[in-house]
T-cell receptor
Framework: DAGVIQSPRHEVTEMGQEVTLRCKPISGHNSLFWYRQTMMRGLELLIYFNNNVPIDDSGMPEDRFSAKMPNASFSTLKIQPSEPRDSAVYFC?????????????FGNGTRLTVT | EDQVTQSPEALRLQEGESSSLNCSYTVSGLRGLFWYRQDPGKGPEFLFTLYSAGEEKEKERLKATLTKKESFLHITAPKPEDSATYLCAVQGGSYIPTFGRGTSLIVHP
């Protein structure tokens, strides 16, 4: 079990540029979550998918953020255009399913810095 | 709206000095309360799930307890390797976890 894999680990970009974060969930897990972590606000849920379908994106800050899950083994979170206030650590997590009490399995995150 | 408040924000202990971390919560229909450990530069790692008031779970030097309004993570005789941020999360009717901001624990040798 390789765990949840995120790439890149670090991303530094200039304001206005497009940023794409990638996630490979654990094989067989049907639910995928994107969280953002900052010192001020802690871990905030951005969006989650169940069986590749977006279920709740109410946490996505604004239209500059979009997420896709084209298949069970891959998801992307895109920010366009990026702004300095988007600087944070972005985590992807997966679980076997929603609707029960399965804990989340987190990747090691992507640290995004927007200058 | 589910809410989780953790205290203290930061805690410094000497090796062997036992203490407790607090997680206060409000949730509509608790499905589960989770404790995670997060090391610097890593994602949170699952420790425990508690389901109902009165339940306790133990793992090495850690023991988690649950009441109807809060949970405690007791650390007995901590070691430097217990240094980490400990996160609490609650899961209500939506089954989507809401996290607290965590307690940063440093254990000095």
């Amino acid at each position: 079990d390789a765990g949840v894999i995120q790439s890149p680990r670090h991303e530094v970009t200039e304001m206005g540029q497009e940023v794409t974060l990638r996630c490979k969930p654990i094989s067989g897990h049907n639910s995928l979550f994107w969280y953002r972590q900052t010192m001020m606000r802690g871990l905030e849920l951005l969006i989650y998918f169940n069986n590749n379908v977006p279920i709740d994106d109410s946490g996505m800050p604004e239209d500059r953020f979009s997420a896709k899950m084209p298949n069970a083994s891959f998801s992307t979170l895109k920010i366009q255009p990026s702004e300095p206030r988007d600087s944070a650590v972005y985590f992807c997590a997966s679980s076997p399913r929603t609707g029960d009490n399965s804990p989340l399995h987190f990747g090691n995150g992507t640290r995004l810095t927007v200058t | 709206e589910d809410q989780v408040t953790q205290s203290p924000e930061a805690l410094r202990l000497q090796e062997g000095e036992s203490s407790s971390l607090n997680c206060s919560y409000t949730v509509s229909g608790l499905r589960g309360l989770f404790w995670y450990r997060q090391d610097p530069g890593k994602g949170p790692e699952f420790l425990f799930t508690l389901y109902s008031a009165g339940e306790e779970k133990e793992k090495e030097r850690l023991k988690a307890t649950l009441t109807k309004k809060e949970s405690f993570l007791h650390i007995t005789a901590p070691k430097p390797e217990d240094s980490a941020t400990y996160l609490c999360a609650v899961q209500g009717g939506s089954y989507i976890p809401t996290f607290g901001r965590g307690t940063s624990l440093i254990v000095h040798p």
